[in-house]
């Protein structure tokens, strides 16, 4: 027998159960106190997040009455109702020219401003203040301040026209500006968050790197397009995603502003499940087209995190 292994103290089989018995206990205790400080967000979701989506799967093959109650089961008739409605379809196009409007446009003015001051000159706190108002706001509050702003006669931006000698615009009721008016509302409103994250992704790029941009004789523009962007590339993904998801779960401006009109011009998706849902009581119909739209946001995400992801450059 090797002299080392008479050295080593044996172990007792009894001993190492009981370290392995107190090693799970501890181990169960510190699962039970991660689920018991889990326990709040748990019950929210399962509130607020699990228990409308089981119940919206459940409505959306049952017929209901104007009170709201199952009156009978139907199936997949609500789908086929949906997928069969011109309107569904006029729905889905304002929501898709309405991302287009609002998502690039918000997010390449809120990366240009971010560019113009992320730097620390002097009087710069002052700007990112500025830009940052908007994240403040509600969606209501937002909303009020530019109908007020597109009003006909007395709004502020008909005046401005006025003093070049254009006619005033029905930014509202007019089908031709109504979608447009209530996208530069959306992307101002959105503009504060937007700003903010590019900002911190801006200022979290190193110094060395802009250094050794202005060593190797690299401009202003180069440097940003070939060593700042893909840098950021991660901050731009994560605005995009979340800024289209935004954009199709919006309805408090459109709401407030237009109604879903003029002739259905600003009837996004979740507006017309507000319709059928909440003023005609449709409420089977309502949540079949939650879930289309739920469907939708899926699968859109899933392309980007496929599609777009492999040109992200994580650091």
Do not use: C
């Amino acid at each position: 027998m090797n002299t080392l292994d008479q050295d080593l103290p044996l172990v007792p089989a009894a001993a190492i159960r009981r370290n392995l018995k107190t090693k799970s206990a501890q181990l169960w205790k510190e699962t039970l106190l991660g689920y018991f400080f889990l326990a709040p967000s748990l019950a929210l979701f399962i509130v607020f997040l699990f228990y409308p989506l089981l119940q919206s799967l459940y409505l959306s093959v049952h017929e209901t009455d104007p009170r709201g109650r199952v009156a009978g089961y139907v199936g997949f008739d609500n789908f086929i109702d949906i997928f069969t409605s011109a309107k569904f379809y006029k729905s889905l196009e304002v929501t898709g020219l309405f991302t287009l409007l609002t998502v690039p446009t918000g997010i390449a003015l809120a990366l240009l401003l971010a560019a113009l001051t992320h730097n620390r000159l002097r009087g710069m706190r002052v700007f990112q203040f500025i830009f940052s108002l908007p994240v403040v706001l509600s969606v209501s509050t937002s909303a009020v301040i530019w109908m007020m702003l597109y009003h006909p006669s007395v709004g502020m931006i008909n005046y401005l026209l006025s003093l070049i000698g254009l006619e005033p615009v029905a930014w509202l009721t007019d089908p031709k500006w109504a979608l447009v008016s209530v996208s530069v509302m959306t992307i101002w409103m959105n503009l504060g968050f937007t700003y903010i994250v590019l900002l911190s992704g801006l200022q979290n790029i190193s110094d060395d790197m802009y250094d050794s941009a202005k060593i190797d004789g690299a401009g202003p523009f180069r440097t940003f397009v070939q060593i700042v962007m893909p840098l950021l590339s991660p901050t731009v993904f994560f605005v995009t995603i979340v800024s289209m998801i935004n954009a199709f779960q919006s309805f408090g401006q459109i709401h407030i502003l237009t109604k879903g009109g003029p002739v259905n011009a600003t009837d996004v998706l979740v507006y017309s499940i507000y319709q059928d849902a909440f003023i005609n009581f449709r409420f089977g119909t309502g949540s079949a087209q939650a879930l289309v739209l739920f469907t939708l946001i899926l699968i859109l995400t899933f392309v980007q995190f496929k599609v777009f992801e492999r040109n992200v450059h994580y650091q």
